[in-house]
């Protein structure tokens, strides 16, 4: 669980709170990061690049994220612009805090929840990442079978989809499909 915050109204609450999550950064909201041409030399000695059709990108979870982010100071120009819902609510007054910090405790429990139950039910999703780990699995339980024939473990699986996408949708301003 994150800590909140020991010295409130501090003028680095926004940098506090992004480099405490990470949601962005591990895959868990966001699933790459496209680059620009003009940043690629620079981090292709940072990190791993892929180069399709000759634009950069990384996939996520990102290389450089290990319980905070090791090139915040070098980050890609899309990760240092980037602004979730709830980082722009902390930024207008509209959430403190140590409210932000329960948000994503909510999100990250919710999300250690939905990897129990895919383990348990074994689903063989290809992807590392989180996000399209859940894109995959909704495409997968949509092609699947009707909800009247799924297990209470599919069932589950599927309330808990339907929780994460409202806390995303409502907190962070973003969906994972």
Known sequence: ???????????????DLCLSCGCCCDGTLIGF????????????????????NGDGLFLHPCDSFCDGCTIY???????????CGLLKSLEQKELDFDSAIDVINELKQKKIAIEKTLA???????????YFKIV?????L???????????NQLALTSDLKQLD????????????
Do not use: H, W, Y
């Open 1 to 15: 669980m994150l800590k909140k915050s020991l010295n409130p109204g501090n003028m680095n609450e926004s940098s």
């Open 33 to 52: 990061v496209k680059l620009g041409s003009e940043e690629l030399p620079a981090l292709r000695e940072l990190m791993e690049i892929e180069e399709p």
């Open 73 to 83: 100071s070098n980050r890609p120009k899309q990760c240092a612009s980037f602004k």
């Open 120 to 130: 348990m039910l074994q689903f063989e999703l290809q992807s590392p990442s989180f």
């Open 136 to 140: 995959e699995l909704k495409k997968l």
């Open 142 to 152: 949509k092609k699947g079978k009707a909800e009247s024939s799924l297990t209470q």
């Open 166 to 177: 409202s806390l995303l949708s409502k907190n962070f301003g973003l969906t994972l499909d």
